[in-house]
């Protein structure tokens, strides 16, 4: 087999990307406490049915 040589410049960089979700997501997780947190929410329509009652308009 013949040996081939790794391209320094492409692992460099790839190691710096890491480096830098790594650091986001640590940063992400002191501010939101631990897990999952979503940014974009689904908009809901006031027209929408629901049962619970906190949603539910007084009718007089």
Do not use: C, D, W
């Amino acid at each position: 087999m013949k040996k081939t040589k790794r391209k320094t410049v492409n692992v460099t960089t790839m190691e710096a990307i890491k480096a830098m979700r790594r650091g986001s997501r640590e940063a992400e997780q002191e501010l939101l406490g631990p897990g999952f947190h979503s940014f974009n929410r689904i908009h809901r329509s006031k027209k929408t049915y629901t049962r619970k009652t906190k949603h539910k308009q007084e009718q007089e």
